[in-house]
C-alpha cells in the first residue's frame, strides 16, 4: 500500500462512521465503460447484470496514485465502481493501472442522503502534497483549496445545488 493511501485513510476515517475506508488490494479492471464517468459505468453495470439475474452493488471511495517525485504529490481521485455477489470488485472505467482503490462508504451515504441537492455524486479530487490535503476545486484552471479536515460535506463542496 503507497505511504499516501495509508495517510489519506487515517486522515478521512475519523469522519467516516460507522465506516472506515478500506485499502482494497484487488480490484478487476474489466473495461467496456466510459473515460471519466465512473458513476455512469458503475450504475450501467450494475443495471445491466441485474437484469441477467447477478447481484451487483454499487461501490464509492477513491483512487490513489503513486506518488510523484517530481511535484512531491499524489493525486486522489473520486471514484465508483461495482461489486459482484460471489466474483469480487470490477471496474469498467479505463483507468491507469498504478492507482489504487480505497473503498469509503461514507460517500454513498452522503449522496443518498442529498441525492436531490447534488449537481453529481462524483466528489472532488484531492491533492495531497506535503502532508496537506487540498481539493480540487477546477482542475482546468488549477484552482486548489486547502482542507484542514477530509469532511465528507467539504469534498462535495461548489458541486452542490445553490
Not at 21 to 41: A, D, M, T
Not at 42 to 51: C, F, G, H
Amino acid at each position: 500500500m503507497y505511504r499516501s493511501t495509508r495517510d489519506f485513510i487515517n486522515a478521512r476515517k475519523q469522519f467516516t462512521a460507522p465506516y472506515i475506508p478500506e485499502h482494497l488490494p484487488s480490484v478487476r479492471r474489466i473495461g467496456g465503460g466510459q473515460p471519466q464517468l465512473c458513476y455512469v459505468n458503475a450504475t450501467d453495470y450494475m443495471d445491466l447484470q441485474v437484469a441477467n439475474g447477478v447481484e451487483v452493488a454499487i461501490r464509492s471511495g477513491w483512487l490513489v496514485t503513486p506518488y510523484d517525485k517530481k511535484t512531491n504529490s499524489s493525486l486522489i481521485i473520486q471514484h465508483w465502481w461495482n461489486a459482484v455477489r460471489n466474483n469480487g470488485y470490477v471496474d469498467t472505467t479505463p483507468l491507469d493501472d498504478t492507482a489504487e482503490y480505497v473503498e469509503d462508504c461514507a460517500l454513498k451515504k452522503f449522496c443518498v442522503r442529498n441525492d436531490g441537492k447534488l449537481k453529481t455524486h462524483v466528489a472532488h479530487s484531492l491533492l495531497y502534497k506535503d502532508g496537506i490535503f487540498s481539493v480540487i476545486l477546477d482542475p482546468e484552471k488549477g484552482e486548489l483549496a486547502k482542507l484542514d479536515e477530509l469532511r465528507t460535506e467539504f469534498l462535495y463542496a461548489r458541486k452542490w445545488i445553490a
